[in-house]
């Protein structure tokens, strides 16, 4: 069974009627927004945790009560203490725990007791000193699932939300009102920070140590600050990613909407340890940690400043739609220092345009620059400033504009400053500008500030700050890319089921070459044609009927790389060649490993080595489970290091963008007259791999190497598959990161006028289609479903498509109905239905919405079937739905499947219909 739902993930915002009519509450507003808080382990101790946290309480009104909770003291800080949570007369949202950690667990199981949704555990001595705090960690969740308790830590600084007044920290201050959110693993940074925002007059609209995560971690944070209305970023302190199929959920649901932007440090890798394949050997897990960012839209920085400078400038300036920057400036130093670092990161220089050079040689005055950086010379005025500003703006080439000032004898930076500010907001071409120099721009920084424009006290910096743009919105464009349909090619999955449960039987964790080349077949993987001989004259006959020349390669159950015991014979051109490479191979083996490695060989046509040779590969990574790699392949493998890295399952456009990260992919585009690779048929080839990958889980590492590809072929010349050892039970198998094609709810389904049609999830891939599904549906059937009418261009906009069909099957799950007409074998979607998880909850919403044409035909009835048994298999409690009163059909197949319908008390437009699981 695939993994169930997630049961604190939300639902994609789009496609959904019940997103503007029902407004769940978050299960963190106990956390974040409590009406009453407990401070259990307050005290009068001077300096003490507790008594710092009660004092930040009771000083930073948040609009409810605190209540002391302390058995030996009557009053606190002249407030009434209680002995308990449970003898406290009001009911307490939010317990703030200060206590020695061995009394956590049972504090934990009274607030539960007593109704306490949230709780803040100050305290350490949990994991992190051995085993015994590690049991009182399940001991406290143990309590705390009793009741839903979320919790946040242990072991950390506790919460701030600036914006309603909640201090339940035992910070020296309160942060200042703003709209970042940020999200610290390390306590000691939080305070840092805190005391550098008070002097760069930064504010936040929460402050959030997490602590060791026990509960509500990085996914948890990521998807409560994306709903709330008044975060417009979101910047991390992260030191371990914790859950990392949640954070990668939550993360690629909210960084469409607004910036995550995350700081981790640990960059350079430890020493790799010893791997039975290529593949394990290269893939670091800070490599991959950048590779899981790139997946999901978040954008990662390298220094505290850059987190908070990239959060500014996101939130004031448009992505831009390119890497090109423009570079306008009154000096030459300070517009070459702003190249090196726009070059160094991966940007580039705006090439000028024709018309472009032609208007700015009218406006600027001969001896300017005639380039990029435009250089408008060191008398330049505030007119010529803003007039070049315009023309450049203007120019289709330029991405982004960075305008460079320094304080000259001719120069005015306060009035440039003015006569800039009506081109702060130029649609999709962020302006940023940098204003060196002291008290003399000063004034002109403060009026860019205002009007929207991010100033920086060097180029440099305002160049690098660029850089971090347009890596986030690339990211987030390839998020949400329309990838092409993938071939129709279906794997021979009970085959390659077959060779690894055959090798799992002999108790076996190493396929041999002629097995593993099966199972890339299997997947549709072109191989090279295989033989396996035990003997001389098998191997001679083999040969034979192959055609020379020919390779030899050591035929073993234990042995993985072949050419460390001299297990490789290439281009034998006759028998004898093939008896002396027969023996030379068993002779070497015998010397280097044992005789008892050497199982004979395999023959194998010699493949003229005409093209590139690759490696694809895969490897596990311990946050992150199955990683795959590519890159440049053959002996050395290791020295060139010219891999990416990707998390499966792929799509072909995250195969092709896996490519483009690589050195070897411009020659695979055709250099020095060989002609180009198909880079999609090998994009297509990827995808089947990672395929393979997802679906064989007790594969532990395969790697391809090499792979050979040319415009003529691709053919997998060697392989090796390492299985997970005989003691894994299927429950230990490492969980993808990200929750793969639920293949189980694929199936074949007759209409009740003998209609075939395939209902199955959704894919990526059926965007096209989908626009073709909207143009078919009328607008009462659009009226019904939305309940309000909806027009044809917003409902097949790309933006809005896009985030229906690249969904997260741990948060919903969406079915189409597939037509194949019989007339022109076309594909067409007929209709969807979804299923969608209500966050904190085990509670999932369902709606549909079929093409007017096959009404009546018993769609409607076998999609609800279908979700009822999703939700069942996925642990659901309750499935509800919000329906016209007008939709009788909706209502009557809703009934039919034992829901129960009410009308709503708040909004009588509504009819609710509710199904106990």
Known sequence: MDHPINPNATPAPFDRAADVLKFEPNPLDAIFAPKNVAVIGATETQGSVGRTILWNLISNPFGGTVFPVNPKRPSILGIKTYPSIKDVPARVDLAVIVTPAPTVPDIIGECVEAGVRGAIIISAGFKEIGQAGAELERRVMEN????????????????????????????????????????????????????????????????????????????????????????????????SIGDARAFLSAARE????????????????????????????????????????????????????????????????????????????????PGVLATDALVEGGGKLTPISDATMEKLN???????????????????????????????????????LLVILTPQAMTDPTMTAEMLKPYAHIPNKPVIASWLGGTEVEAGDAILNRAGIPTFNYPDTAARMFNYMWQY???????????????????????????????????????????SKQLLAAYKIPTVETRVAQTIEQAVNAADEIGYPVVVKIYSHTITHKTDVGGVKLNLRDGNAVRDAFNAIQTSVAEKVGAEHFGGVTVQPMVKLDGYELILGSTLDPQFGPVMLFGLGGQLVEVFQDRALGLPPLNTTL?????????????????????PVDVDALAQLMVRFSELVVEQRWIREIDINPLLVSAEQMVALDARVILHDAQTKPEQLPRLAIRPYPLKYVEQWIAKDGTPLTIRPIRPEDEPAMVDYHKRISERSVYLRYLHP?????????????????????????????????????????????????????????????VDAFHGKGLGSEFLRLLIQIGRDENLERIIAYISPENYAMQKISKKHGFKLRRDMDDPTIVEAELVL
């Open 473 to 515: 919105a690339e990211n987030l464009r390839l998020v949400y890319e329309t990838p092409a349909l993938g071939d129709a090619l279906d794997p021979d999955r009970a085959y390659a089921t077959q060779i690894i449960e055959q090798a799992r039987a002999e108790g076996r964790t190493i396929l041999n070459e002629f097995e």
């Open 655 to 675: 195969a092709r963008r896996m490519m483009e990260r690589t050195k070897i992919y411009i020659a695979l585009q055709g250099v020095r007259g060989r002609a």
């Open 790 to 850: 909806l027009a044809l261009d917003q409902r097949v906009s790309h933006d809005r498509l896009s985030r229906i069909v690249f969904i997260d099957f741990d948060r919903e799950m969406a079915l189409v109905a597939e037509y194949t007409d019989p007339a022109t074998n076309e594909k067409q979607i007929v209709g969807v239905g979804r299923l969608s998880r209500l966050y904190g909850t085990r509670d999932a919403e369902y709606s549909m919405l079929i």
């Open 254 to 333: 909210v960084a469409y909407t607004k910036p995550i932007i995350v700081i981790k440090p640990g960059r350079t890798e430890a020493a790799a340890h010893a791997a039975a394949s290529h593949t394990g050997s290269l893939t670091g897990s800070d490599a991959v940690l950048d590779a899981a960012f790139k997946r999901v839209g978040v954008l990662r920085v390298n220094s505290i400043a850059d987190l908070f400078y990239s959060a500014e400038l996101l939130g004031k300036q448009p992505r831009p739609r390119g890497r090109n920057l423009t570079i306008l400036t009154n000096a030459g130093g």
């Open 144 to 239: 705390a699932r009793k009741g839903r308790m979320r919790i946040v830590g242990p072991n950390c600084l506790g919460v701030m939300n600036p914006l309603n007044g909640l201090n339940a920290t035992f910070a020296a201050a309160m942060a200042r009102p703003g709209k970042v959110a940020f999200i610290s693993q390390s306590g000691a940074l939080l305070t840092g920070v805190l005391d550098w925002s008070f002097r760069e007059n930064v504010g936040f609209s929460a402050f959030v140590s997490v602590g060791s995560m026990l509960d509500v971690g990085w996914g948890d944070l990521i998807q409560y600050f994306g709903d709330d209305r008044r975060t417009e970023a979101i910047v991390m302190y992260m030191e």
């Open 362 to 400: 009218a406006l600027l005055p001969a001896a300017w620059s005639h380039n990029n950086p435009v250089d408008i010379l060191g008398d330049a005025s505030p007119e010529r400033y803003a007039k070049t500003l315009e023309l450049t703006a203007q120019d289709p080439n330029a991405n982004g």
